[in-house]
């Protein structure tokens, strides 16, 4: 069993930065692959960036370059530094920890981009 804690979201503008963090409790965590996933009002929720046991990572096209996904294993943290912020960005945005068929997910944090 994994719980996952997000935070770090909030209002910012256009350009700007944010880094969210996501806490997780349980056992085992550095044998899950971890993703950051948001949903937009009206939307679907869709991958945003993943990173594997291996530390390899993956982004969705619309937010490479500008966002960056790590991992601290001894920690249980998992983050996602967004810089260069855009208003199509604002979404609630969710921690999951995967292993197998087995899926984990946070409450989500709020992220507006606005000026």
């Known amino acids: 069993q994994v719980q996952l804690v997000e935070s770090g979201g909030g209002l910012v503008q256009p350009g700007g930065s944010l880094r969210l963090s996501c806490a997780a409790s349980?056992?085992?965590?550095?044998?899950?692959?971890m993703d950051w996933y948001r949903q937009a009002p009206g939307k679907e929720r869709e991958l945003v960036a993943s990173?594997?046991?291996?530390?390899?990572?993956n982004y969705a096209d619309s937010v490479k370059g500008r966002f960056t996904i790590s991992r601290d294993n001894a920690k249980k943290m998992v983050y996602l530094q967004m810089n260069s912020l855009k208003p199509e960005d604002t979404a609630v945005y969710y921690c999951?920890?995967?292993?197998?068929?087995?899926?984990?997910w946070g409450q989500g944090t709020q992220v507006t981009v606005s000026s």
């Open positions: 349980g056992s085992f965590f550095n044998s899950y692959s």
């Open positions: 990173i594997n046991i291996g530390g390899t990572t």
């Open positions: 999951k920890a995967s292993l197998g068929p087995v899926n984990y």
